[in-house]
């Protein structure tokens, strides 16, 4: 079992419309989550993080969090053609700790 | 701030050759990463530095690899000699501990490696 696991797509999703973006992940002891936006070509961005259960808004995005699922998602909604990217799920072990350990990524596309 | 910066951004060798990546993480930064890329494997923790020191290397594949930093602006990732499935995208990323949370973890652009 890989230690963070995502759907590597591709996720197809018209233009406006909410993108569900998923992860899980192994290690119960996980504090930190991380989702990062990578285009085509380009390096990995920070959009969102999360620590506690719940949800976590920032604009368009919202992370979610499930510790006892051990389960992460991001929802995108009003999804434009500049989303279309590859998102990966990152997850740190402890608070301290320094390592992430990233998932596949999902490619999503967004279609006009 | 110009970011974390790497060369070279591309990268062609022949096998057995060796190769030097470099980056210059951002200033103030304390901790530098280096990672790899690939379809296969994704992005992994090659090794990671705080003030200089290296703290966790379990991550670099074998003993043709090494990595510097001899000071806080400049690190060095060096393969020797190079073979055809060290070909990937390599990323240097830095960051700044802030108290517990030090989160946000800044990539260069890469160095992309072919190695015929």
């Known amino acids: 079992q890989k230690e963070v696991e995502q759907n590597s797509g591709p996720l197809s999703v018209p233009e406006g419309a909410i993108a569900s973006l998923n992860c899980t992940y192994s290690d119960r002891g996980s504090q930190s989550f991380f989702w990062y936006r990578q285009y085509s070509g380009k390096s990995p961005e920070l959009i969102m993080s999360i620590y506690s259960n719940g949800d976590k808004e920032d604009g368009r995005f919202t992370a979610q969090l499930n510790k006892a699922s051990q389960y992460v998602s991001l929802l995108i909604r009003d999804s434009q053609p500049s989303d279309s990217a590859t998102y990966l799920c990152?997850?740190?072990?402890?608070?301290?700790?320094?390592?992430?350990?990233f998932g596949q990524g999902t490619r999503l596309t967004i279609n006009p | 701030d110009a970011g974390v910066i790497q060369s070279p951004r591309h990268e062609v060798t022949e096998m057995g050759q060796e190769v030097t990546l470099r980056c210059k993480p951002i200033?103030?930064?304390?901790?530098l990463f280096w990672y790899r890329q690939t379809m296969m494997r994704g992005l992994e923790l090659l090794i990671y530095?705080?003030?200089?020191?290296?703290?966790?290397d379990s991550g670099m594949p074998e003993d043709r690899f090494s990595a510097k930093m001899p000071n806080a602006s400049f690190s060095t990732l060096k393969i020797q000699p190079s073979e055809p499935r060290d070909s990937a995208v390599y990323f240097c990323?830095?960051?700044?501990?802030?108290?517990?949370?030090?989160?946000?973890?800044?990539f260069g652009p890469g160095t992309r490696l072919l190695v015929l």
């Open positions: 990152a997850v740190k072990r402890f608070q301290g700790a320094q390592k992430l350990v």
């Open positions: 530095f705080n003030n200089n020191v290296p703290i966790d």
């Open positions: 200033s103030g930064h304390d901790y």
């Open positions: 990323a830095s960051s700044l501990e802030e108290g517990l949370l030090q989160e946000t973890q800044y």
